[in-house]
């Protein structure tokens, strides 16, 4: 008897089982008519051993968030001044070319942030994992899994994508950018994604729904919707009329190790001429009847998010401007090679790749992002200076100094005790200097010159990012920093519609009027106060109008109000849980799947 070959069937790539939906977007777990033409995963994980976490419970992963999770476009709207036309409407005012304005006149804009839909991928110095999940089936009638054992190679590579367009043809996108995301802002408004504080937010609520009390939001709604599809048609327009392409972009390794660059490459090529990392097959837990993996062959990778390797000029191999994208691939085993196992020697065959769909594409966030680098806390304990006195008499001298510095020449400072009056190049040397030493004089340089910086570029805004920095800021009666809140007057909030810089603005408070002349100078008296309090210097904020001057006096009396609370007891205002929101749990959703919980859905 002649033993028969089975037929073998393509593979299809997909989501993992849990990660398919309907195309109305509902959830439709396991049921394979709706795996096919689903794209890899990318899990986010908050959890630094996010490996074992996930092997011991692939489902659990964070849920995207759209204000956290997506990259933000500036928008440059209209500072206003109303009836203060030589004042700065704005706490970073620019120019309608984007730089930043020197002297107050009319025109000058604010910076706005606009969710542009492109995910934002954190790095792992923020506190935040990834995981590159997909799952590999037969091309037949059922959608089975594919037989483990037939893969020999297994991995994924990172893609840039890029636009070919003349250089003549981009002053016009750029403009077409500009209104689109200027669009998009007057969108999320009325949708209420826009970003903005807690206090904003409750603000532009009521606003909108006044509007829909009064009827006015659908067609103010429906004209912002059809302005975005407007421009797009007219980007789209753009594109095609000059020939633009998406290009996507391989890295490919050079003879020196460490050094590539991004060249032009296939969409699914059978002859991997890219760099390429490795997927691992995720392995069911046999004492567990219902873990994920069960009878399923799924893999699993971490996405690269940094490392070393540069192009020839130094360039880095992944930054903060380019958007990617992952695609996974499969190589199918010879039966006429041997297989030595999953990516073992790989590839030792001729064996086709069976390629994914492309993931969403992504960007990576800065080294410097708020929101990423709020994720770590980092806790420096500086030394009682008491408990240092105490210590260093107590040991031979230079006991205590482990970090030595060896100098060549020295140089040597001459001071007069106020301040550096002169200095001189002197012989070589070696000093030590113990680690308490170095992070006093570190803190005491911060505290210096963040005034300095703040004071001698007006940049105000900076006083938001450190919490103890002024003492308690009491503004009375309609200057109290909650006035911006009380509508509709006072909608300081949207921003869009001020009226505290009007000059015909009046509030009455215990039977006096109070103009917008009036809170202006009220506002910049006491600001300076609690600025001179806190650094000694009193500054001048007289060429600032009221809405950055109500913003700022909202930011630190929210942030004193903040640290006298309980919360603050132990002198930190974070919480590294607040916002983790993890993806629901799914169960599989076809009825011919015996190991997992069921609905009765049918495939």
Partial sequence: MVAMALPSHDWIVTAPWWR???????????????????????????????????????QKALRYEREIDEVHAVNLIAANPGQFASKFASLFPMTAAGAPASTPGANLRKPQLVPTGVRKVYLPTHARHYMVVSELHCDRPGFPSAAPSEVCQAGFVVRRRRLSAPDASRPEAQKLLRDLVAAQAQLGDLEETLPVRPALARSRAKRIARWRANGEYDARHTAATQAVAALRDALEAWRIDNGVELIREGWAQTTRRGVGEWRYVEETPQLLQEATYPLYRLAADPTKPTHDATGRTLFFGVLPTGGLETTRIGEPRYDAESTYEILT???????????????????????????????????????????????????????????????????????????????????????????????????????????????????FLLNLFLPIVVFLFGLWFLLALKLCILPEIKVDGALQAELALLPPKLDVAGELSVDVDAGTFGLLVEGAEISGADINTALADQLEAAIQAAYGHRPSLDNLSNVPLVGLSNVLTDHNQRAQSEAAANGSLLDLDEGLAYEPRRMCQWKHEPFLVTTGEFA
């Avoid at 195309?23 to 777990?29: E, Q, V």
């Avoid at 992002?369 to 200076?385: F, K, S, W």
């Fill in 329 to 443: 691939f499969f190589r199918r085993h010879d039966d006429c090679c041997p297989c030595r196992g999953l990516n073992v020697g790989a590839p030792d065959c001729g064996g086709r790749l069976a390629w994914s769909q492309p993931t969403k594409p992504y960007r990576l966030a800065a080294q410097h992002d708020l929101i990423g680098t709020a994720n770590r806390a980092v806790t420096i304990q500086m030394p009682d200076l008491a408990e240092l006195a105490a210590q260093a008499l107590s040991r031979p001298a230079g006991r205590f100094s482990p970090v030595r510095f060896v100098q060549p020449q020295t140089l040597q400072p001459q001071s007069d005790g106020k301040g550096a009056s002169g200095g001189k190049l002197g012989p070589g040397s070696i000093c030590s200097f113990s680690i308490p030493l170095i992070t006093i004089i570190a803190l």
């Fill in 20 to 58: 398919w939906r309907a195309p109305d977007g509902a959830p439709r777990a396991g049921v394979p008519r709706y795996g096919r033409g689903t794209a890899p995963v990318i899990q986010k994980f908050a959890e630094d051993d996010f490996v074992n976490g996930f092997l011991a419970d692939p």
